[in-house]
């Protein structure tokens, strides 16, 4: 899965928008934006890490009831 593919999937698994993803992991918005374009390409540890801590901490979106199972997802919205 190229970088493109990959950020936009993780992020999505989240549930979150663009902002409020960049937000929460305090990468900058024109960077997740670049790597989402692919103008740039994110480093494959970076990717690893974002998802290993995505699983992890319960970021996943779950269908039954289209909310986010982890709670601290909450304090990062607008």
């Not at 670049?34 to 480093?43: F, I, M, Q, S, V």
């Not at 990717?47 to 901490?57: G, K, S, T």
Request: with cysteine; net charge positive; hydrophobic share 30%.
């Amino acid at each position: 899965m190229d970088c493109k593919t990959k950020v936009k999937a993780l992020r999505e698994m989240t549930g979150m928008n663009r902002k409020d993803f960049c937000k929460y992991f305090d990468i900058p918005y024109r960077t997740v934006t670049e790597w989402e374009l692919d103008n740039r390409h994110a480093p494959s540890y970076v990717l690893r890490l974002l998802e290993y801590y995505i699983r992890n901490e319960g970021l996943i979106q779950t269908p039954e009831n289209n909310n986010v199972t982890g709670d601290r997802r909450k304090e990062f919205q607008t």
